[in-house]
């Protein structure tokens, strides 16, 4: 009888290891498992001896308990990665997710913020002390490369170039990318530098808190929320409404998406593509403008 719990280990630092899948979704592919197993237990299955019927039982399980189409096609894809691991290590000749069909996902187009409310989020933070200094290269960072909020906070001193305005990220996946930022970004961390207590050395996290420590992302979402609400803003606004406005306001300004791909750090080109349709209504009123027959 196999042991799933090693199993399930040498699953992990394989696709942490030999795939280079990131932390947090290697966190979420062992939950997926977990449940699984606990099925596979609690239904007396072998998970060496599965058959297509049992894989789909568990979902119809899964999709009963409230399970959401995403989570469901996570579910799947967890499931198909672990068997091919179990083949690959000859823990299994069998693969019972070789026919699952995927559920349709629907995708919902990603809140952002217009021009506007952009400018007036960044202009409504003072530079009274130290924090709301950071704050304010924080947010003009953020909206000037479209980081992910874990990728701002993690990043360090020698991660940041100064003199030709690029940011050295570690994204997903452990991929490694340059972001280039703008003169106004540049202006406030160097700001934030000369206030910044103790000065920096060059292996130190660049934003910190008032102890000193690495700022944490749920923090800097928390000051996000007193900043958003102060700029009158009342749009649901997190980190990750920057990273969106950013990405969509360099597409209907012109940029090339694959540029736009790359400054994101998305691996596939179709991620990107989402951005392409926030200005549908624009696109409308522009051929209703124009076109000869509008």
Known sequence: MLDCKTILKDFISYIVAEKGLAKNTAVAYKTDILKFID??????????????????????????????????????????????????????????????????????????????????????VSDENEMNIRNKAMLELLYATGLRVSELVNLRFCDINLQDCFVKVLGKGSKERLVPF????????????????????????????????????????????????????????????????FATHLLSRGADIRFVQDMLGHSSISTTQIYTHLDKDKIREQHKLYHPRG
């Open 39 to 124: 099925f596979t237990q609690r239904h007396n299955i072998l998970i060496d001896n599965l058959q297509h019927h049992d894989i789909t039982n568990f979902l119809w399980e899964s999709k009963s308990r409230g399970l959401k189409p995403k989570s469901i096609y996570r579910l799947i894809e967890s499931l198909r990665q672990f068997y091919k691991f179990m083949i690959l290590e000859d823990l299994s000749i069998n693969n019972p997710t070789r026919y699952l069909t995927v559920p349709k996902v629907p995708q919902n187009l990603p809140q952002m913020l217009t021009l506007d409310e952009v400018t007036n989020l960044l202009n409504s």
């Open 182 to 245: 703008g003169q106004k970004a540049k202006n406030f961390i160097e700001i934030y530098f000369s206030k910044r207590k103790p000065p920096l050395s060059v292996t130190d996290n660049i934003f910190i808190s008032r102890l000193g420590k690495k700022i944490s992302r749920v923090e800097f979402w928390r000051q996000l929320k007193n900043i958003v609400k102060n700029a009158g803003i009342t749009k649901n606004t997190s980190p990750h409404t920057l990273r969106h406005s």
